[in-house]
């Protein structure tokens, strides 16, 4: 298994940005598809992007497609979420999550602890 820590929440004004990272410890980071997932209260955890082994593909929530850029470096064992115009419904808990062959939510390996993204209206 992979060691995952995220980085980079914090508070931003509606229309701004922020990017995430994940950095995962391990030798086979590359045999692991990574995510971003979120938790706002009182709601279910969500997919929010993904990215396969080796970056060439990336996958996105309708809620978040055209706004959020996911992408990894393998050399550097890292995963970064870059979050533009975001808005106060991206309010959440974020999640970077690892998983050698499922990114769906029930499933997925490997969890980082969670940074917490507040977006003011």
């Known amino acids: 298994q992979v060691q995952l820590v995220e980085s980079g929440g914090g508070l931003v004004q509606a229309g701004g940005s922020l990017r995430l990272s994940c950095a995962a410890s391990?030798?086979?980071?590359?045999?692991?598809?990574m995510g971003w997932f979120r938790q706002a209260p009182g709601k279910e955890r969500e997919f929010v992007a993904g990215v396969s082994w080796s970056g060439g593909s990336t996958y996105y929530a309708d809620t978040v497609k055209g706004r959020f850029t996911i992408s990894r470096d393998n050399a550097k064992n890292t995963v970064l979420l870059q979050m533009n115009s975001l808005k106060p419904e991206d309010t959440a808990v974020y999640y970077c999550?690892?998983?050698?062959?499922?990114?769906?939510?029930?499933?997925?390996?490997?969890w980082g602890q969670g940074t917490q993204v507040t977006v003011s209206s």
């Open positions: 391990g030798r086979t980071f590359s045999s692991y598809l």
């Open positions: 999550a690892a998983d050698p062959t499922t990114l769906r939510v029930g499933e997925v390996d490997c």
